[in-house]
C-alpha cells in the first residue's frame, strides 16, 4: 500500500511561485510513473504533469513553460515547481500514479492566486 501526503500550497499573488511536494510511503514508489492533478471548484479533476520512472515529463498545454515537475526516487518524494502562476492555476492539487490509482488519492493541497 503507498500512502501519499501533498504540501506546499498556499495563497499566491498572480505572477508568483510555489513548489509543491509530494512524499510517499512505500518501497515502490520508484517504479511508478507519477502524475500532479488539480481540481477546481465545480470542475473535473486534470492531471497536469506527469513524470515516468526514469524522468520524462510531460505537461497539460496550460501550464507548459511554467510549471516543472521531479522527482527524488531516494527520497520518495515528487515535486511541482510552480512559476507565473494565474488565478486560473487556483485549484486543490493531488498526486497520484499515472493513470491515478482510486486508493492513492490523498488530501490533497490548496493552491490560491489572488492579488
Known amino acids: 500500500q503507498v500512502q501519499l501526503v501533498e504540501s506546499g500550497g498556499d495563497l499566491v499573488q498572480p505572477g508568483g511561485s510555489l513548489r509543491l511536494s509530494c512524499a510517499a510511503s512505500?518501497?515502490?514508489?520508484?517504479?511508478?510513473?507519477m502524475g500532479w492533478y488539480r481540481q477546481a471548484p465545480e470542475k473535473q479533476r486534470e492531471l497536469v504533469a506527469a513524470?515516468?520512472?526514469?524522468?520524462?515529463?510531460n505537461y497539460v498545454d496550460s501550464v507548459k513553460g511554467r510549471f516543472t515537475i521531479s522527482r527524488d526516487n531516494a527520497k520518495n518524494t515528487v515535486y511541482l515547481q510552480m512559476n507565473s502562476l494565474k488565478p486560473e492555476d487556483t485549484a486543490a492539487y493531488y498526486c497520484n500514479t499515472m493513470p491515478p490509482s482510486r486508493g492513492y488519492w490523498g488530501q490533497g493541497t490548496q493552491v490560491t492566486v489572488s492579488s
Open positions: 512505500g518501497s515502490i514508489f520508484k517504479i511508478y510513473t
Open positions: 513524470i515516468t520512472s526514469g524522468g520524462s515529463t
